[in-house]
């Protein structure tokens, strides 16, 4: 069996990495927020909007 894999199973798991890392924050932030963190999702709105980005991205790739 090779260890080889091509470059759209490689795509593939990046972007199930990308969808796994959003939700992962998402929770981490309203996680943080209900802890009494104010303005945690102020921080995270920009990389999230960059996140979603990426992923409109590689998706039509």
Do not use: I
Not at 21 to 38: F, I
Not at 39 to 45: A, I
């Amino acid at each position: 069996m090779s260890d080889e894999s091509s470059l759209s199973d490689v795509l593939e798991r990046m972007y199930q990495n990308q969808l796994a890392l959003e939700v992962a924050l998402t929770e981490l932030t309203l996680h943080a927020e209900q802890q009494g963190s104010s303005g945690v999702g102020d921080n995270y709105g920009a990389p999230c909007g960059q996140l979603a980005r990426t992923l409109d991205t590689s998706s039509k790739a």
